[in-house]
């Protein structure tokens, strides 16, 4: 049992053989390191059913607690707060037994649920950009949270094939190279399997086809009827698209690699077309369906907060259907498919009014009852003038343009010598990718995902500061003191850490409070809890080693102080891939 657990037990017990109330003991992580390590406010609200005075109980409820050898101190504070100092033995010999298995100490205290992921959400044939970042790395380290404390979890990127943007490439095309097959209504063999243009063709044609639309009507009529046909089976428009989709889906998977990002489906919106239309029937059939002004829609009402929600189109006045449309017939497919608890979507916050009314449209036609639908939101990447992140030449960033700026500041950094000083040049290069990338994801995740904030190029690869490259470090050096000292990896039963001095308390503490960490992330959808967790744990690591000499030390405190850097080391490699950083050996 996790230490907070053991805890918890023990004052439970407190409670009830002062015959109290033990259902609500309040114990938890103490806000006061300087006196107590966790805490117990039990005794509040048990003073106030019992009419008793607070500090009179908690007194007695302490009384009991001292007698466990298991504490070094107990002390009632303030108007009868419970505060427990854990004695150093139990700290220091409890490592192996608590923190070696792959969870670290966490234990779950529901059931594991099914969820599904929806995040990433790139579109074909446009490149990928700065707000691509976010939902990327964020929905990854959602997943990897989940998928730790159990749940089931089912990763959807969702990809935009399916509106408008597909009838302007098609219509553009049409424009450029009208003697290709797909347009040619008498064709009936097989379309080639090569497509006649590469992704970064159809990356430089978008632009321009939207520019067409919005100069010329006619083309912009046109793009119109050949989504609708696309939509509809044209046959060789959806050969055509289905190059689109290949040639874009090569080059989106290579840089979500890059950045450690993988799905486990690959669906577009796309995938739902035919269930969209079987569900609109139905709606029509049911009378849910509402004509105004030649479009049909779902009439909303007030959203939970009261205010009035436009409604939901369905089908548009020319027969067409839309983004909201195509999120409502995705749900009821997962919840078909996979009989969800939950299906989570990471996507920009100001997406907010899309998804509160596709969520409550879901629930207006019953297709997800006791489905948690949640829109997980997140804050824009802003410059240093809190606007929009701009490239230097005042363009919108593509995602390669940003993993590049952070790969060449890291390989820089190495070059001048501020990083990497021990490093041939090869290793330079390589080990710049990986600090590069981390330092891009770990500069995301610390900030709490709702906010918008600020992209510093210059502190990114920064070794000081809340930054990758300060935890990279921190690892690095648990990795190069246990290979130094030649001390053996492997978590063993006899473990044992005799703790002599305030940094290695500190320390071990630090690593027995994981699961907190994870138990509210998890619960908030809140990457930023765990990358402020290792961010201390690389904080407490490193006063350690500071305070705590290895080298010179007497051969039992060596071996324990080793044996403190295994455990942290295998406490933040495990929260590492929770935020799914890359740890490089060397740096
Ligand atoms: N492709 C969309 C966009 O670029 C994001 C998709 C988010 N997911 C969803 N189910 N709507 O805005």
Redesign the pocket.
Known sequence: MNLLNQIKEKVKKAFESCGFDANNTLVRLSDRPDISDYQSNGALPLAKTMRQNPRALAEQIAEKLRGDSFFETVSVDGPGFINMKVSNEVLGQNLFSILSGEKCGYERPDTPKTIVM?YG?P?VAKALHVGHLRPAIIGESIKRICRFVGDKVIADV?L?DWGKPMGLLITELQDRSPDLPYFDPNFTGDYPKEAPFTNKDLETMYPVASQHAKDDEAFATRAHENTKLLQDGHRGYRALWQHFIDLSVADIRKLYDELGVSFDLWRGESHVHERLWRMIERLRANGTLVKDQGAEIIPLGKSKNGNDLPPVIMVKSDGGVMYAAT?IA?IEERVDEFKPDAIL?V?DARQGLHFEQVFLAADKIGIAPNVSLEHLGFGTLNGADNKPYKTRSGGVPTLRYLIDIAKEAALKKMESGEMGRDLTADEKTKISQIVGVSALKFADLINERIKNYIFDEDKLTSTEGKTGPYLLYAMVRMKSVLEKMGADKALAADDFVKITNPAERQLVLRLYALPDSVQTAYDNRTPHVIADYLFKLAQDFNLFYHDCPIKGADPQTQKSRLTLTKYTLHVAETVADLLGLQVPEKM
Do not use: K, L, P
Request: proline share 0%.
């Open positions: 929806d959400g579109n969702h935009g999120d995705t979507y996507v």
